[in-house]
């Protein structure tokens, strides 16, 4: 029986679009029926830290 289960993580997020990346993290964890950025910090000058986003979701999970 499928179930909804709540996430959030912080994702590091590589240059280019964010929308493709969101996704695809997203994929790994479940069917994403909703999710929302809700904090983001930008990449530390002079640091080899990329900017973060905190993504929380709703996740469908099929067994």
Do not use: K, N, Y
Request: charged share 25%.
């Amino acid at each position: 029986m499928p179930r909804l289960e709540t996430v959030d993580f912080w994702l590091e997020a590589a240059p280019g679009p964010l929308l493709p990346q969101v996704r695809s993290a997203l994929a790994e964890r479940g069917e994403a029926l909703r999710w929302a950025i809700t904090a983001a910090l930008p990449a530390e000058e002079g640091s080899q830290l990329r900017r973060r986003l905190r993504i929380e979701a709703v996740l469908l999970q099929i067994p």
